[in-house]
């Protein structure tokens, strides 16, 4: 009886409880629903809610790492600028809060970045990582980065390519293999995203392409008379197109290849890709294929019209000073005789314009390769480089100069300048390649 009477009291609360919470249901607010869906989720261990709370160890590393990633990309940039960066301090403080910046895009990378940009991105990747936001930190810091080793490459090849004709010159000096080595290391520095390591090189490269120039301007001075018949040849040779306008200079004018004499180019190019020739030919086999070497204004005008824009506008090509030559090259980028040619062609003065690299902004061809010139890569054209070991500037002399007695009528002498490291460039007639003030096409 007692069991009988226990059940249906036990069955009238659980009747009671019901009806209770039915009547909450039914009076909560239609939000309360969704709310309640997140509580479930959230007791049921939703990790896609935790994991966008910042918080917890692996966030504080996280932060810690940009942190470093954001150091090692100042001190590259203070390498590669010669100067330390206006704000010295690190502002990537993890007590900042800057809630302007979390959304805000990262500066774009622009076409020929220089090492002058640097620091605005630099501080620009700082105030990411202090926003808070790993995940856009990331993004911007991976393109600081970038950006770092793309200056350091820029400045190494451009140092080498010009002292690559300088250097044949000066041959055995002890800055001409640091050149090739800190070239080599800039390289593979950025292979591995070694920011600090690629800009310590690049300077290196700087500072021995400067040493070389130095080296050849005293020899032009002190040499022996082998050694100033040399620098006067080289002079003699890069001034042989001065007066004439591109794609109109005689074949006589010209030298042809030796291993190709249907071939013409200015002769100090057809010399050194003779040379270059030798040692490709030791390593496979034949001579280069060349397809295409001095085009006169004529070949560069029917070029032009079968190529379109992937040839040099008529009038402005490399071809049409003698200093370009196309290669027979079937398998482009992937073939062995570009990483060949790419790894010893600067050895001769030769190289492949960095625009025209697989990475480059282009036109892409691999074919196609340069003697004496220099890269521009914001404009995605080359120039030649002005040639000429000028005798190094008499410095003044020691001796304390005589007071000057006052004149109103004459004006004070200016004091005379200091010898700079770099060369000054051998004046040249308007139309050679050495004098035009916009940069030749390939």
């Given amino acids: 009886m007692r069991l009988r009477e226990g059940r249906r009291l036990w ?12 009547t909450a249901v039914l009076a909560a607010p239609p939000g309360d629903a969704s709310h309640a869906v997140d509580a479930a989720q959230a007791a049921s261990g939703g990790e896609a809610l935790a994991a966008r709370q910042p918080t917890g160890p ?51 990378v622009t076409v020929g970045l220089t090492a002058e940009q640097l620091p605005d991105r630099v501080l620009g990747a700082r105030e990411q990582v202090a926003s808070g936001d790993v995940a856009e930190a990331t993004r911007v810091v991976e393109g600081v980065e970038t950006d770092v080793l793309l200056v350091a490459l820029d400045l190494g090849d451009q140092s080498a390519q010009n002292a690559a004709m300088t250097r044949l010159l000066v041959a055995a000096d002890p800055q001409v293999a640091l050149l090739d080595s800190a070239v080599a290391a800039t390289h593979a520095a950025a292979e591995v995203r070694d920011v600090v390591a690629a800009a310590t090189s690049a300077v290196q490269a700087r500072d021995a392409a400067a040493g070389i120039t130095v080296v050849a301007q005293q020899i032009a001075v002190t040499g022996d008379e082998d050694a100033k018949a040399a620098v006067a040849k080289v002079e003699e040779q890069a001034r042989s197109t001065d007066g004439y306008t591109n794609g109109n200079i005689p074949l006589k004018v010209l030298c ?64 049409g000073w003698g200093l370009a030559v196309d290669l027979d090259q079937a398998s ?87 010898p700079s490291a770099t060369p000054t460039p051998t004046p040249a007639p308007s139309s050679s390649p050495t004098a035009s003030a916009a940069p030749s096409a390939p």
Avoid at 82 to 101: F, Y
Avoid at 365 to 371: A, D, G, I, R, S
């Fill in 58 to 108: 692996a966030y504080t590393q996280a932060l810690t790492q940009l942190d470093d990633r954001v150091a090692a990309v100042e001190a590259a940039t203070v390498t590669l600028v010669g100067h330390p960066l206006v704000d010295t301090t690190k502002a990537a403080s993890r007590t900042m809060s800057r809630a302007d910046l979390v959304d805000a895009a990262p500066v774009p």
């Fill in 256 to 319: 042809a290849v030796a291993f190709a004499p249907s071939q013409h180019l200015r002769c100090d190019a057809a010399e050194a890709l003779a040379r270059l020739n030798a040692a490709y030919r030791l390593d496979f086999g034949h001579d280069l294929r060349i397809t295409g070497s001095y085009r006169t204004l004529e070949e560069q005008i029917s070029t032009r019209a079968a190529k379109g824009t992937m040839a040099a506008v008529p009038g402005t090509s490399n071809h």
């Fill in 11 to 22: 069955e009238s609360v659980v009747i009671l409880a019901s009806m209770v919470f039915l």
């Fill in 332 to 418: 482009g980028y992937r073939s062995a005789q570009y990483a060949w040619l790419k790894a010893n062609a600067m050895t001769y003065g030769w190289h492949h314009p960095t625009y025209m690299d697989e990475g480059g902004r282009g036109p892409h061809e691999p074919w196609h390769w340069e003697f004496g010139t220099s890269d521009d890569a914001g404009t995605g054209t080359s120039v030649p480089i002005t040639v000429g070991v000028p005798a190094p500037t008499t410095p003044p002399a020691t001796a304390p100069a005589p007071p000057v007695v006052e004149q109103p009528s004459v004006a004070p002498v200016a004091p005379a300048a200091t």
